[in-house]
């Protein structure tokens, strides 16, 4: 089961909370936790695809931040003209 402390903590990474998610999962696919034990380890999942899905949206704005005006049509006559 997983201590109330660590229900609390923010994970220091996106890779980091990936793999935890991954832990969580195998651990409740084997089917033996006590119900207490699968509501906690439930509980902590919605928490870190809430904290990936921040991380994934912080990265999209940034890629479109990056990408805007930066990024134009390809056509082939552009090469013709070389």
Known sequence: MIRKADTAST???FEQA???L???VRAM???KLPLD????RYQRGVELV???QEALN???QK???LEEGLLKDFSTGDLRDE
Not at 37 to 40: H, I, R, S, V, Y
């Open 29 to 31: 696919e084997d089917g």
């Open 22 to 24: 991954e832990s969580i």
């Open 11 to 13: 994970p220091a990474s």
């Open 50 to 52: 809430r904290f990936c």
């Open 63 to 65: 890629v479109q931040i």
């Open 37 to 40: 034990g699968a509501l906690d």
């Open 18 to 20: 990936i793999e935890e």
């Open 58 to 60: 912080t990265a999209e």
